[in-house]
C-alpha cells in the first residue's frame, strides 16, 4: 500500500512538471505563480513577473532568455499584491487570472461559451484561445497588444469595421499599466505609422510607397528582407514584419518615453541592442519646426523657415520657440487675382525641396507625373505637390507641417511661390560674377602660359634679363597662385606663417610626427594653448600642390565626427600648409601592425572604429553636401582620438563627384598598394564601390592584425583576402583572427565581420554591396547577408583559370609600379597627426 502511494505522489510529481514546461493550458488544469508555459521552440514563455522596483506581479509573455524582457501583460491594470495567483481555464472557456481569494482580476472575455477551450502559446509569442472541436482561434494575445510589436503580428486600423490594434506605453518602467504613448497605422488615402502622445502626434514615418515609409531613411534592403504594408481600401491598413532568419530575437517595442525602438537580442552580449529608434534627433518630433518650417539636425538652430516664408513671431523664433511656425512673405499671384493663371503680375512658380521628409496632411491623385504639376499649377489652393513612382501625385491645400532634411532617399517636394521669390535675379548676378571670375583667371593663366613661352625662345640670350627680374616674375607667380587659391580658401581661415613656425620651435625634428608625399607633418602648439598638426608642403613637389589644393576644396566643405577636422592652412612665404586638430594616438596602423601595441585594441573597440569608419565613408559617398571618394583608405590614413575613435584623413587624393554621376575615370592611378580595387588598378575606373574594395582590405586588416600589402602565407601562396576566404569557407578562423582579441563568445560576430569584408573584396565592383548597405550587415540591420564570391588569387581557383592567371599578372605588374609611388605618398605610417 505504500509503495502504491509513493508511485503515485512520484506520478503526480512528473505530470506536474510535465504540465509546466507544456505550451499548452487546457479546462482542469491551472499555471501557478512559481509555472511557466513555454512555446515549442522554447522562444516564449507565459507566467508570472514583477516589474524592476516593484512587488506588484502581473501575468505576461516574456522572451525566453537570460535578461528578463516583457512583451505582452494581461493584467496591466489590476496586478496581484502577492504570490497566491493564478491562471486557469473558466467554466465558460475563457481564460482567467485568479487572486489568492479565487476573485477574477482579468478575462478573455469571449461572449459566446467556449467548453472545450484550451490556450497555447506559440512560437511566435501570440497567445491563442481556441476551441479544441474545430480549432478556431477565438482569442490571441496578438490582437490586444501590449507596447511591443513582433514579427508576423499585425499593427492594423480598419474604419470601416472600427477594428484597431494599438501599441500602449507602460506607465512607466516600473508600472505596465497603460501609457500616455500609442502607436498605430493610419490609413489616411495613404498608410503611415504614427506615435501619439494622448490624441496629438508626436512622430511620424511619412507615406508608404510601396517599397518604404519615405520619412524613414532606412535602405531599400531592410525593407524588402522585413516590412509590408497592406492597403486594400482607403480606410483600411495592416503592417507587418518577418525575417528569414527565425533565430533571430527582433522586435519593437513603444518606450515610456514615446519612441518606437527596433531591439536585436545580441547573444554575444547577452543584451538587447537597439539597432533604430523613431526619436534620433530633435528633428524626429512631429511638427517641430511648426508650420512652413522645415527641421535641419546637423544645423544650429535646427529649424529654419521654407524659402519664401518668415517666422510668424520673430521674437519667438530667435528664442528657439519655433512651433508658431513661419508666413509667406509675399503673396501669391494667383491669391490676388482669384485665379492661378493670368492677371497683371508674373505667374507664380514652384521651387524643388530636394530629400525632404515629406509634410502631413496631404491628398493622393492618380494622374500621371507630368499632370501632377499642371494640376496644381492650375488650382490655387495647391500649395505644394511631389509625385512618387510607388504613391503617384501628392497635392497640399493647408500648412506645410512636420518637414525635415533626410540625409538620404528620393523624396523631393515642390513649394508654389510667388515670382519674386524664386530668386531668378540673384541666380543671374551669381552667373555674371562667376563668368567675370572664371574670365580674369583665365587671363592670367594664358598671360603666365605667354611669358614661359618667351623665356623658353630666348633661351640663353635673355639669362641676365631674367636675373634682373627675378623679383618681379615671383611677385606675378604668386598673385596668380593668390587668384588661384582665393577660390578654394574661402571658407578656411588663414594662419601666418611666423605663427605656425613658432608654434613648432620653427619645424624643429624633435616635434616631426611622420612624412608623407605632401611633405613633413609637425606637431604644433597655437598662442591660446590647442595643439594641432600641421602638413608642410614640400615646396619642390608639383604633385603635392596639386594635393594640397585638393585636400582645401574637399575637407573644407565637410564636418563629421569621423572625419579629421581641418582649422585652417598657410599660404604665405612660398608655404603651403595645413592645420589640423592633433589627434593623440597617431594611426591605426601604429596600432594594428605593431607588436606591442595590439592588445591595447579588444574586440569591442575593433568593433567600434570598423564602424566609424564605415559612417565616416558614408557620409563622404551619401550624406554630405559633396559626392566625394576618397581613393586612397588605408589605415595610415585612419586616426585616432584620445577615446580611440577613428577619424579618416588625407584627402590629397579625393575626388568630388557631381550631378547623377557615379563612376569616372583617370589615366593617373594613386593609392595605395593592397588597398586599391582591380578595375581602378587596371583600367583607372574609380567610383564609391573603390572605397568599398578598400575599406573590405582595411576591415580584413583590422580583425587580423595582419597587413594585406605585406602579408604572404608561403606554403599555399595566400595573401591575406585568400587567407581570409579559406578560414572562413571552412569555419575555423582562429587562426585569422588576431590571437590578443580571440574570443570564441564572440566567434559567431567576427565571423559575420570577415564574410562583410569579402563582400566588399569582391572582384567585380558590382558585386560589392554599397556603403549604406555594408553598414546595415555590420549593424545587423540586415539579418542574412549574401554568401561572397571566392576571390580571384586563392589556391585551387580553377574557374577561367587562364583569364584569372593574365589577371594576376597584369595586377602584380601594375602593383610593382605603383608601389614606389605609395612609398612616395607616405604608404602606412606616415600621416600620423
Known amino acids: 500500500m505504500l509503495y502504491a502511494y509513493v508511485f503515485a505522489l512520484l506520478c503526480s510529481c512528473f505530470v506536474l512538471g510535465f504540465t509546466a514546461a507544456e505550451n499548452t493550458l487546457r479546462f482542469n488544469q491551472s499555471l501557478r505563480d512559481s509555472e511557466t508555459l513555454v512555446s515549442s521552440g522554447e522562444k516564449f514563455k507565459l507566467g508570472f513577473f514583477s516589474p524592476a522596483n516593484s512587488s506588484y506581479r502581473y501575468v505576461g509573455i516574456m522572451y525566453n532568455i537570460p535578461v528578463m524582457t516583457v512583451i505582452w501583460v494581461a493584467n496591466r491594470e489590476n496586478p496581484l499584491n ?90 512607466s518602467p516600473s508600472n505596465p499599466a497603460l501609457g500616455r504613448f500609442t502607436s498605430t497605422v493610419e490609413p489616411l488615402d495613404i498608410p503611415q505609422l504614427f506615435v501619439w502622445n494622448g490624441q496629438y502626434p508626436f512622430w511620424r514615418s511619412g507615406p508608404w510607397n510601396g517599397h518604404i515609409f519615405t520619412g524613414i531613411p532606412w535602405s531599400d534592403t531592410y525593407y524588402q528582407n522585413g516590412i509590408d504594408v497592406v492597403n486594400d481600401n482607403p480606410k483600411s491598413a495592416y503592417v507587418t514584419y518577418s525575417y528569414t532568419n527565425a533565430s533571430i530575437l527582433l522586435y519593437f517595442v513603444l518606450n515610456t ?16 541592442e537597439v539597432l533604430w529608434s523613431s526619436i534620433g534627433n530633435e528633428c524626429d518630433f512631429y511638427g517641430k519646426c511648426g508650420p512652413f518650417g522645415i527641421c535641419y539636425a546637423r544645423h544650429t538652430p535646427i529649424c529654419s523657415c521654407l524659402p519664401g516664408f518668415e517666422p510668424k513671431s520673430h521674437e519667438e523664433w530667435n528664442a528657439a520657440n519655433w512651433s508658431g511656425g513661419c508666413t509667406r512673405k509675399t503673396p501669391l499671384q494667383c491669391e490676388k487675382n482669384g485665379t492661378s493663371v493670368g492677371g497683371m503680375g508674373k505667374e507664380d512658380g514652384f521651387l524643388m525641396l530636394k530629400t525632404v521628409k515629406l509634410p502631413d496632411k496631404f491628398k493622393r491623385f492618380s494622374v500621371l507625373e507630368e499632370d501632377c504639376r499642371n494640376q496644381c499649377s492650375n488650382d490655387c489652393s495647391c500649395i505644394a505637390y511631389a509625385f512618387d513612382s510607388g504613391i503617384g501625385c501628392l497635392r ?65 640670350k635673355r639669362k641676365d634679363e631674367i636675373l634682373n627680374s627675378r623679383n618681379g616674375i615671383a611677385a606675378e607667380e604668386s598673385m596668380l597662385r593668390g587668384a588661384v587659391l582665393g577660390i578654394r580658401l574661402e571658407e578656411l581661415p588663414l594662419f601666418k606663417f611666423e605663427m605656425l613656425s613658432n608654434a613648432t620651435d620653427h619645424f624643429h625634428s624633435i616635434n616631426k ?34 594635393e594640397f589644393l585638393t585636400e582645401v576644396e574637399v575637407i573644407s566643405k565637410l564636418q563629421h565626427r569621423n572625419l579629421v577636422r581641418i582649422l585652417g592652412c598657410c599660404v604665405e612665404c612660398e608655404e603651403n600648409m595645413l592645420v589640423y586638430e592633433y589627434m593623440p594616438n597617431g594611426s591605426l596602423d601604429g596600432y594594428i601592425f605593431d607588436l606591442h601595441k595590439q592588445a591595447f585594441l579588444d574586440w569591442k573597440q575593433r568593433v567600434n572604429i570598423i564602424e566609424g569608419i564605415c559612417r565616416g565613408i558614408l557620409y563622404l559617398h551619401r550624406d554630405s553636401r559633396l559626392r566625394i571618394i576618397h581613393r586612397d583608405l588605408k ?31 583617370t589615366k593617373r592611378v594613386v593609392g595605395t598598394h593592397g588597398y586599391m580595387a582591380p578595375e581602378y588598378v587596371l583600367h583607372g575606373r574609380f567610383s564609391e564601390k573603390t572605397d568599398v574594395y578598400s575599406f573590405g582590405v582595411l576591415l580584413l586588416e583590422i580583425i587580423s592584425g595582419k597587413e594585406n600589402s605585406s602579408f604572404y602565407l608561403e606554403e599555399q601562396e595566400f595573401g591575406l583576402i585568400a587567407f581570409a576566404w579559406k578560414q572562413w569557407d571552412e569555419e575555423d578562423i582562429s587562426c585569422f ?53 571566392q576571390p580571384a588569387f586563392t589556391a585551387n581557383h580553377t574557374a577561367k583559370e587562364t583569364e584569372s592567371s593574365d589577371f594576376r599578372i597584369k595586377i602584380l605588374q601594375t602593383h610593382s609600379t605603383l608601389k614606389a609611388d605609395s612609398v612616395n605618398s607616405g604608404g602606412r605610417g606616415t600621416n600620423i597627426m
Not at 518615453?257 to 538587447?272: I, M, P, T
Request: hydrophobic fraction near 40%.
Open 82 to 171: 502577492d504570490l497566491n495567483g493564478s491562471v486557469q481555464l473558466s467554466g465558460d472557456g475563457n481564460l482567467v487570472i485568479l487572486d489568492g481569494q479565487k476573485e477574477v482580476i482579468w478575462s478573455t472575455n469571449v461572449s459566446s461559451p467556449l467548453p472545450n477551450s484550451s490556450v497555447q502559446l506559440l512560437d511566435t509569442g501570440n497567445l491563442v484561445l481556441q476551441d479544441s472541436l474545430n480549432l478556431g482561434i477565438k482569442w490571441e494575445s496578438f490582437v490586444h497588444a501590449s507596447d511591443s510589436w513582433l514579427p508576423k503580428m499585425e499593427l492594423l486600423t480598419d474604419s470601416s469595421m472600427d477594428e484597431k490594434i494599438v501599441l500602449t506605453s507602460w506607465r
Open 257 to 272: 518615453s514615446g519612441s518606437l525602438l527596433q531591439k536585436v537580442w545580441a547573444n554575444g552580449y547577452r543584451d538587447w
Open 396 to 460: 497640399w491645400t493647408g500648412s506645410l507641417i512636420d518637414m525635415q532634411n533626410l540625409p538620404s532617399g528620393d523624396t523631393d517636394l515642390y513649394i508654389r511661390l510667388a515670382n519674386s521669390e524664386l530668386g531668378h535675379k540673384k541666380d543671374m548676378k551669381a552667373i555674371i560674377v562667376t563668368i567675370a571670375a572664371l574670365g580674369f583667371i583665365i587671363v592670367l593663366v594664358c598671360a603666365y602660359c605667354l611669358w614661359k613661352r618667351m623665356h623658353k625662345y630666348t633661351g640663353s
Open 513 to 546: 610626427l611622420g612624412q608623407g608625399g605632401f611633405g613633413p607633418v609637425y606637431k604644433g602648439k597655437l598662442p591660446n594653448g590647442q595643439e594641432v598638426a600641421i602638413k608642410r608642403l614640400v615646396r619642390s613637389s608639383n604633385q603635392g600642390l596639386e
Open 635 to 665: 589605415a595610415g590614413n585612419i586616426l585616432l582620438d584620445e577615446e580611440l575613435n577613428p577619424k579618416i584623413s588625407d584627402f590629397g587624393t579625393a575626388r568630388i563627384f557631381g550631378g547623377k554621376d557615379v563612376q569616372a575615370n
Open 737 to 789: 583572427i588576431e590571437p590578443a582579441i580571440f574570443d570564441p563568445v564572440m566567434e559567431m560576430q567576427m565571423m559575420r565581420y570577415i564574410q562583410v569584408g569579402l563582400l566588399c573584396v569582391q572582384e567585380i565592383a558590382k558585386d560589392r554591396p554599397s556603403i549604406l548597405t555594408v553598414l546595415s550587415m555590420l549593424s545587423n540591420e540586415i539579418a542574412v547577408i549574401p554568401r561572397p564570391k
